[in-house]
C-alpha cells in the first residue's frame, strides 16, 4: 500500500509539473509575439497555474527555450525515428530471403549485428535484460539504465555486454563450461518501463545486479555483476545443471540438472 501511494504522489507530481511547463513555454511565446490581449485572457482562464508558475522557478528556467524551437527540436526528432524505421524497413523488404515469417511478424534470418569477440570458444547460452547505467560509468544518470546480454561459453566464462555495442561489461571466471545464465527478475523490465519516466526511476533503486549460472560440474553460482566474482556457490547435483532459474520474485533459486534431480 505504501509503494502504491508512493507511486500515485510520484505520478501526480510529474504531471503537475509537465502541466506547469507547458503552460509556461506558452505564455513564453504569446509574450514574444506580442499577442497581448490573448495573454491577458490566457492569464486570467489559468490563474491557478500562473500562480504556480510564480510560486516556483523550475518550469521558468526549463522554459527558458522558446515553444518554436523546442517543437522544432520535437520534429526533428520525429522525423529522424521515422527515417531510421523507414530505412530498416526498407533493407528487410528489398531481399525477402532475408527474413522469416514468425508469430505474425516479419524477422531477419540474419543477424543484424554481429559480436564475435565475446568468447574464445562455443557460446551455449545468452539471455538479456537491464541494468543501471552507474554500475559501468560514475558519469551516468542514476535513473539511466542500459540493454545488456549475458552469454555463457566452454570456455568457462560467463559475460556481460553492451546490448547494443557489445562492449564487454562485466566478466566472471567459473569452474567449469556454463550452461545457463539467467539475469535477476527485478533487471527484466516491461517495455513501458524501459523509457525515461516516474515508472523507471522507481525500477532502478530495485534493481539487483546478479546473474545465476549452472555448470558442467555440477555447480550454480550467484555472481555479483559490480565484481565479477561468484556471491555464493552451490554444488547440490551429481552431474549437470542444464538450467537455473530464479522464482518470479528473486527471492528463490531453482535448477534441474542431468541427475534427474530438480532443487528449490
Excluded at 569477440?117 to 557460446?123: E, F, K, R
Aim: aromatic share 4%.
Amino acid at each position: 500500500m505504501m509503494t502504491s501511494r508512493t507511486t500515485s504522489a510520484s505520478t501526480t507530481h510529474e504531471a503537475r509539473h509537465v502541466r506547469q511547463l507547458a503552460y509556461a513555454l506558452v505564455a513564453g511565446f504569446l509574450d514574444a509575439e506580442g499577442l497581448t490581449e490573448t495573454r491577458a485572457a490566457f492569464e486570467r482562464e489559468a490563474a491557478d497555474v500562473i500562480a504556480d508558475l510564480r510560486r516556483g522557478t523550475v518550469a521558468l528556467q526549463l522554459a527558458s527555450r522558446p515553444l518554436v524551437a523546442v517543437l522544432a527540436e520535437y520534429i526533428e526528432d520525429r522525423v529522424r525515428d521515422e527515417l531510421s524505421a523507414a530505412t530498416l524497413g526498407s533493407r528487410l523488404r528489398d531481399d525477402e530471403s532475408f527474413l522469416c515469417q514468425a508469430r505474425g511478424q516479419l524477422l531477419p534470418l540474419e543477424p543484424l549485428e554481429s559480436f564475435d569477440t565475446m568468447h574464445t570458444a562455443n557460446v551455449l547460452c545468452i539471455n538479456t535484460g537491464h541494468l543501471p547505467a552507474s554500475l559501468f560509468s560514475s558519469d551516468a544518470d542514476a535513473h539511466a539504465v542500459v540493454p545488456v546480454v549475458v552469454t555463457g561459453s566452454t570456455d568457462k566464462t560467463a559475460r556481460v555486454a553492451h546490448a547494443l555495442t557489445g562492449r564487454l561489461l562485466a566478466n566472471a571466471h567459473l569452474p567449469s563450461a556454463i550452461l545457463s545464465v539467467e539475469l535477476h527478475p527485478s533487471c527484466i523490465l516491461p517495455a513501458e518501463a524501459q523509457l525515461p519516466g516516474p515508472l523507471l526511476r522507481e525500477r532502478v533503486p530495485q534493481m539487483v545486479p546478479a546473474v545465476l549460472a549452472s555448470c558442467m560440474d555440477g555447480t550454480h553460482h550467484l555472481l555479483d555483476v559490480r565484481t565479477g566474482a561468484p556471491a555464493r556457490s552451490w554444488k547440490d547435483h551429481a552431474k549437470y545443471v542444464v538450467r537455473a532459474g530464479f522464482s518470479p520474485d528473486g527471492g528463490w533459486i531453482l535448477t534441474a540438472g542431468y541427475d534427474r534431480c530438480v532443487n528449490v
